[in-house]
């Protein structure tokens, strides 16, 4: 073990010694630790004493009433908000409060957005390849001829995504959801340990639906995966366990029929979606 791994290991006092390109350590602990989180805008408190732990490999749904703080919560792991109080933790080496955007996403947090931005103009395979290259590790090989490693990568992210028979043709032409689902592949080309993927199933058919639950449901274990939806039925199809987020604070936790036969959620969440 060398001195940085031992004062690294030591204690988290010493986490401004860890490189960003450290492992994600998740012997002792989860993979995610978010505690006593606070966030205000302007006075209004979006983010309330937010503690959620996510283990590795899980998949975990996030529901909540509009305002419950979901983008909010996305937003302080991937960086993008600074907290004005608490602690948040990728395993336990690395502070995430000590890091910028991108050193975030190199640890190996990947963020899909609602809206797909795949390269229109380009195939489904260049917009794989393009990903892989967004890998700062894989970036000088590129410019040369891809490697046959690299090629059975790309040829292992399309079948997991579903789209080896439309490898080579525009990503322009792709329905919704194989757009949704090409950029989640883009999101794997750079082998993230958690992936947050933001409403997956807005605006998708029944179908595509069902598609997505397959994909993400297969990419729990090999990652771990925090999905934030409004859509009930498929959060139902997917979920182990389920976290509600009310005015910036965990109510409630457990399996969706823990959470839906919950008082206070039907109250605040379901109840309301019901009427909707
Ligand atoms: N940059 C900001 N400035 C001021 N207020 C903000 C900002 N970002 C979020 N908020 C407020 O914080 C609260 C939480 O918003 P957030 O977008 O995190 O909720 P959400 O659960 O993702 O909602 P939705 O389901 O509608 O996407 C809301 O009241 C929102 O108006």
Redesign the pocket.
């Known amino acids: 073990m060398s001195l940085l791994d031992a004062l690294a290991d030591r204690d988290r006092v010493f986490d401004f010694l860890v490189p960003a390109s450290s492992p994600v350590d998740v012997r002792h602990g989860p993979i995610l630790y978010l505690e006593d989180v606070n966030v205000s ?2 006075g ?1 408190k ?2 309330n004493n937010l503690n959620l732990t996510i283990n590795d490999g899980e998949l975990r749904c996030i529901i ?10 996305m ?1 302080i792991i991937t960086g993008k ?1 600074r907290p004005d109080s608490g602690q948040v933790w990728f395993g336990s080496r690395h502070n995430l409060l000590t890091k910028n955007e991108p050193e975030i996403a190199s640890l190996g947090i990947g963020r899909k957005f609602q809206k797909p931005t795949v390269f229109e103009a380009l195939s489904v395979f260049d917009n794989l390849e393009l990903a892989m290259a967004a890998d700062k590790r894989v970036l000088p090989t590129l410019t040369a001829r891809l490697s046959g490693e690299q090629r059975s990568r790309i040829d292992e992210v399309l079948e997991t995504i579903g789209l080896e028979s439309l490898c080579g043709r525009q990503a322009g032409i792709l329905s919704h959801g194989q757009k949704q689902w090409l950029e989640i592949g883009m999101l794997l080309m750079q082998r993230p340990r958690l992936l947050l993927v933001d ?1 997956p199933v807005a605006g998708m058919t029944e179908q595509e639906m069902e598609r997505t639950a397959e994909l993400l449901t297969s990419l729990a274990g090999k990652q771990s995966v925090v999905v ?1 939806e ?1 859509d009930m039925g498929f959060v139902r199809s997917i979920a182990r366990q389920v976290t509600v ?1 009310h005015q ?1 604070s965990v109510l409630a936790e457990g399996t969706m029929d823990q959470v839906s036969n919950d008082p206070k959620v039907i109250e605040v969440y379901l109840g309301a979606e019901e009427e909707a």
């Open positions: 805008f302007d209004f979006a983010i909540g009433p509009n305002g419950a703080g979901k983008t909010t919560m937003d908000t409403e934030v409004h987020l910036g």
